[in-house]
C-alpha cells in the first residue's frame, strides 16, 4: 500500500493566488521530507529538504519566499506557490526517509496548473 | 552522489528479460545503487537496491559488477505495464539529502 499521500492530485489556480499541496507519511513518522519539482519530459529536481520542526533548507535558486515548506508535524508536510505564475505549472513531489534510513518512498504528486 | 549514466532509450518485448545498464564508475563506497521508474504523471516508485552484492526481490534483480563501476536491473518478464522511465542513483543513504535523478532511461515494452 502507499506510504505516502499528497494532496490534492490535482489543482488549477489563477495566477496571483497561493495554493497549498500536503505530503503525508501513512506508516511512520517522518523527520525528513523532500519536496521536488519536475516539468513535462524532465526529470525531477529537488527543490527543498523539509525538517520536523526547523526551517526548510532550499536547493539553488529555488525562492525560499516562494515556495514555503511547512513541517508541523511528523507525518506532514507542505508546500505553498504563493503569488503563483503560470511559469509555476509542474508536477511536484514529495518523498519521505523509510525508518531504516537507507530507502525513500515518493508521493502520487501533484499537477499545478496556473491560469 | 556519484554521476551514472544511462542510455536514454531501450525496447524490449513483451514477455522477455528486460536488462537496463548503469554505469557509476565514481561511484564511492558508501554509495548504494539505487534503482527507480516513473510511469507517465506518476510519482516514482522504489524498486530494488544494492552495495556490492546482487540483490533479487519480486519486482527485479540487481546485478553489480565487482568493482562496482557498472550495474543491470533485470525485469525477468517485461510487460506492458512497465514501460517507464527507469532511473539508476548512487546514493549513500541515511537520510539527510535527497536522491539527484539523471535522465534515465525510458523502456519501451512492444507487444
Known amino acids: 500500500g502507499a506510504v505516502v499521500s499528497q494532496h490534492p492530485s490535482r489543482v488549477i489556480c489563477k495566477s496571483g493566488t497561493s495554493v497549498k499541496i500536503e505530503c503525508r507519511s501513512l506508516?511512520?513518522?517522518?523527520?525528513?521530507m523532500f519536496w521536488y519539482r519536475q516539468f513535462p519530459k524532465k526529470s525531477l529536481m529537488l527543490m527543498a529538504t523539509?525538517?520536523?520542526?526547523?526551517?526548510?533548507?532550499?536547493e539553488q535558486g529555488v525562492e525560499k519566499d516562494k515556495f514555503l515548506i511547512n513541517h508541523a508535524s511528523l507525518t506532514l508536510s507542505t508546500l505553498t506557490v504563493t503569488s503563483a505564475h503560470p511559469e509555476d505549472s509542474s508536477f511536484y513531489i514529495c518523498?519521505?526517509?523509510?525508518?531504516?534510513?537507507?530507502?525513500?518512498?515518493f508521493g502520487e504528486g501533484s499537477w499545478l496548473t496556473v491560469v | 552522489d556519484a554521476k551514472t549514466t544511462q542510455p536514454t532509450s531501450m525496447d524490449c518485448a513483451e514477455g522477455r528479460a528486460a536488462n537496463l545498464p548503469c554505469n557509476h564508475s565514481?561511484?564511492?563506497?558508501?554509495?548504494?545503487v539505487y534503482w527507480y521508474r516513473q510511469i507517465h504523471s506518476q510519482g516514482p516508485q522504489y524498486i530494488i537496491h544494492?552495495?556490492?552484492n546482487n540483490e533479487t526481490n519480486e519486482m527485479a534483480s540487481l546485478i553489480i559488477t565487482e568493482d562496482r563501476k557498472s550495474s543491470t536491473l533485470i525485469l525477468p518478464h517485461a510487460t506492458l505495464r512497465d514501460t517507464a522511465v527507469y532511473y539508476c542513483?548512487?546514493?549513500?543513504?541515511?537520510?539527510?539529502?535527497?536522491?539527484?535523478f539523471g535522465k534515465g532511461t525510458h523502456l519501451i515494452i512492444q507487444p
Open positions: 518523498s519521505v526517509i523509510g525508518l531504516s534510513g537507507n530507502t525513500i518512498y
Open positions: 565514481t561511484i564511492s563506497g558508501n554509495e548504494y
Open positions: 506508516d511512520f513518522q517522518a523527520t525528513t
Open positions: 542513483i548512487a546514493y549513500s543513504g541515511g537520510g539527510a539529502d535527497g536522491l539527484t
Open positions: 544494492g552495495l556490492k
Open positions: 523539509s525538517n520536523e520542526g526547523s526551517k526548510a533548507t532550499y
